[in-house]
């Protein structure tokens, strides 16, 4: 089974810090992606990664960043936390298969900034 | 713009078939129908996707209309472990990434 992992559960931090978010996927997949969702606003696209040390631009890039330099690893920074990135943050992954694009997903990070 | 139109919530007795329906009048020749789910608290889970062809798996049957202009999610005999909000995608198959919109909430009931 494919699995995606996130470094927390739950995180609490203040104004002002950098935060990295980790994400690790065991199944050799090119395409990994970060995401947050927040109540009525659904998923939203922040950045995805092709290759390593590829990265794109999602839907809602400001304020954070990312880093890809293993294929298996794909980290989101925070620069400088702000609350109004408090929120559920989603990592996923896929590989183009046969056609089929399936993403499977890490079980999420629910950030608070105090 | 919301490419797929689902009821806000459904109810469903335990035991019984759940159909959840989706619009997606606009689809396009080359775009497909994903559903996935998320279970409270947890990343979406996938389910099921069809071009055109009605597709079933273990988890679920997905029927798309001969038009294509809608599609109905079946889970033959819900359980309570069901309850979750369920998401209605269409994509393209080699896009990069997945519009999620706000989904049905079933609500499995013992």
């Known amino acids: 089974d494919v699995k995606v992992t996130q470094s927390s559960r739950y995180l609490v931090k203040r104004t002002g810090e950098k935060v990295f978010l980790e994400c690790v996927q065991d199944m050799d997949h090119e395409n990994m992606f970060w995401y947050r969702q927040d109540p009525g606003l659904g998923l939203r696209l922040i950045y995805f990664s092709y290759d390593v040390k590829m990265k794109e631009k999602g839907d809602i890039p400001e304020g954070y960043s990312v880093s890809r330099e293993k294929k298996e690893r794909f980290s989101l920074i925070l620069e400088s936390a702000s609350t109004n990135q408090t929120s559920m943050y989603l990592c996923?992954?896929?590989?183009?298969?046969?056609?089929?694009?399936?993403?499977?997903f890490g079980p999420g990070t629910r950030l608070t900034v105090t | 713009d919301a490419k797929t139109t689902q009821p806000t919530s459904m109810d469903c007795a335990e035991g019984r078939a759940a159909n959840l329906p989706c619009n997606h009048s606009t689809i396009s020749g080359n775009e497909y129908v994903y559903w996935y789910r998320q279970i409270h608290s947890q990343g979406p889970q996938y389910i099921i996707h069809?071009?055109?062809n009605n597709e079933t798996n273990e988890m679920a049957s997905l029927i798309i209309t001969e038009d294509r202009k809608s599609s109905t999610l079946i889970l033959p005999h819900a359980t309570l472990r069901d309850t979750a909000v369920y998401y209605c995608?269409?994509?393209?198959?080699?896009?990069?990434?997945?519009?999620f919109g706000p989904g049905t909430r079933l609500s499995v009931l013992p």
């Open positions: 996923a992954s896929s590989q183009l298969a046969g056609g089929t694009y399936e993403q499977y």
């Open positions: 995608i269409v994509r393209e198959n080699y896009g990069q990434n997945f519009v």
């Open positions: 069809g071009l055109k």
